[in-house]
């Protein structure tokens, strides 16, 4: 994982040029520059919140089609990526705060048979803002969520994918 750079102002963000502003932001979505850019266009933000209010605004904004690939683009917890080593700086720094990277061969395997399971359901990975969590809380989420209609299921992923927006932007902008 690469070294964080120290967090920026809002007053700095505000000043930097768009193509500035989505290299250092353009990774809170998940392999999804286009919220940086179109939360970017949104500024001048008057403080953290309006930033974090941007990028979902920026989300809510988007067709259907755009939302469900930014979720597809998020990779399963505890999945292949992980194992590979394949997941985002964030992502991984994510997942191994939740005691993701440390699972036992018998928790591997539960959470590969709940990936499979909830990807045949809904058609995406399962999203949970892990930041916080441990890895009995997010199974559970897993085994309630299962049983959602898919619409509720898409829109609470969407409200995940915000939290997890809050948090990275929280770790990169100065309150």
């Given amino acids: 994982m690469r070294n964080r750079t120290p967090a920026l102002t809002v007053d700095e963000i505000n000043a930097l040029p768009l193509a500035d502003f989505i290299a250092r932001f353009g990774d809170v979505a998940e392999h999804s520059p286009w919220v940086a850019e179109s939360a970017g266009r949104r500024r001048p933000f008057a403080d953290r919140e309006a930033m ?17 690939a930014l979720i597809r683009a998020h990779p399963d917890l505890a999945g292949k990526a992980a194992i590979a ?78 939290r997890i927006f809050r948090f990275r932007i929280e770790d990169r902008v100065s309150p």
């Fill in 52 to 68: 974090i209010a941007a990028f979902g605004q920026a989300l809510a904004a988007a067709a259907p089609d755009r939302q469900l």
């Fill in 85 to 162: 080593g394949d997941l985002t700086d964030d992502s991984a720094r994510e997942q191994a705060g939740a005691g993701l990277a440390s699972l036992t061969a018998d928790e591997f395997a539960r959470f590969a048979r709940l990936n499979e399971a909830y990807r045949t359901r809904f058609g995406f990975p399962f999203i949970f803002a892990v930041k916080g969590a441990g890895k009995e809380q997010i199974l559970a989420a897993f085994e309630t969520r299962l049983a959602h209609a898919p619409e509720a299921e898409f829109a609470t992923a969407l409200e995940q994918v915000m």
